[in-house]
């Protein structure tokens, strides 16, 4: 076992800690996942309605960016007139500037307009996987679709789209909730407790024995590498794979993950990419974008914005590791 330590986690926070409290457990379901909130609990105990405000907050990220829900504000503005302009919730905007500044960064390997070409792979809301969609109707989904085609004003809160342009949260919306019920425990004035959405976590303080937030790094199915632990301490923590929805035609294996520049699915021999970030949202965009680079681009990229990354790749001789600058000097 390898241990990550931060460098937000200092002596300082150990002195703090809330000695003989408890630590509360509340959990529910949320797109089309699970969530679960651990909560070190001030001696008075926690607020009233707690477990429904986070129910709350969660079903309002749902009706504004759930490609799955046909109200959504992200499923209206994709059924939009082409060139109408509309408008969009704050929260909403926020998400869309975010996906798109990973975006540009990531020279389009992350695209939040994709959402065109995920439905006809079947990785949609309609979720028909199963089949390799026709050459022709691949080659439109790309060419009017994506981030070219939509027309953002993040100043006015509003955008609109163009062609086949359809927006999708999927990579990014999770991290974005994960966030927000963080920032609403913070609001209630709780600092100690680890969030956690279909897999992605962000953890704040110390429990009450001492230690902090320890969450183990997703591991790939079958890899023998040794595990990595990280003290998940002012951190979120985000990982894509190509192991959780995939299918296979013909004998060759689709992964869910898609390159928005070329319109296929991944085969570039990244099992997994995590992300460890200060921002839950941006580790989740993150992970994508380094996947869909693969080794040496992805690792390049960490590298210029400063990311801690652990990518895990497939080859012929087995499984390898690369690790980024900034997850190494944590594990030394």
């Not at 960490?302 to 087995?318: D, Q």
Request: hydrophobic share 45%; proline share 6%.
């Amino acid at each position: 076992m390898r241990i990550a330590i931060p460098p937000a986690l200092s002596a300082q926070a150990f002195h703090r800690r809330a000695s003989g409290a408890a630590v509360t457990s509340l959990g529910g379901a949320t797109m089309g996942t699970s969530w679960s909130a651990r909560i070190v609990a001030p001696v008075s105990g926690l607020p009233e309605g707690i477990a429904e405000g986070i129910e709350a907050v969660l079903a309002r990220i749902v009706a504004q960016m759930s490609q799955w829900e046909p109200d959504s504000d992200l499923s209206r503005f994709n059924r939009a007139a082409p060139g109408a302009w509309r408008s969009l919730p704050p929260e909403f905007n926020m998400v869309l500037a975010a996906a798109l500044v990973v975006a540009e960064r990531s020279g389009g390997a992350f695209d939040p307009a994709m959402g065109a070409l995920a439905e006809l792979w079947g990785f949609g809301a309609s979720g028909r996987a199963g089949e390799v969609p026709d050459a022709g109707e691949m080659a439109e989904a790309l060419r009017l679709g994506g981030r070219a085609c939509v027309e953002f004003d993040p100043l006015l809160l509003r955008a609109c789209r163009y062609g086949r342009a359809a927006l999708d949260f999927s990579g990014i919306a999770k991290g974005y909730a994960v966030d927000t019920v963080a920032a609403y425990l913070r609001g209630l004035g709780l600092s100690d407790w680890l969030v956690e959405i279909g897999g992605e976590l962000r953890g704040n303080g110390i429990k009450p024995d001492g230690q902090p937030w320890w969450v183990d790094f997703e591991a790939v199915p079958g890899s023998p590498l040794p595990p990595i632990r990280v003290a998940l301490h002012g951190l979120a923590i985000a990982t894509s794979g190509d192991y959780r929805r995939n299918f296979e035609v013909a004998g060759r294996r689709y992964a869910h993950t898609l390159d928005p520049r070329t319109g296929m699915p991944l085969d570039n021999g990244v099992a997994s990419t995590t992300v460890l970030h200060g921002e839950c949202m941006l580790a989740d965009a993150w992970a994508t974008a380094l996947t869909v680079l693969g080794p040496e681009a992805g690792l390049a990229l960490a590298e210029r914005e400063g990311l801690a990354m652990h990518m895990v790749i497939r080859e012929k001789a087995g499984m390898r590791e690369i690790l980024s600058s900034g997850l190494a000097a944590m594990l030394e």
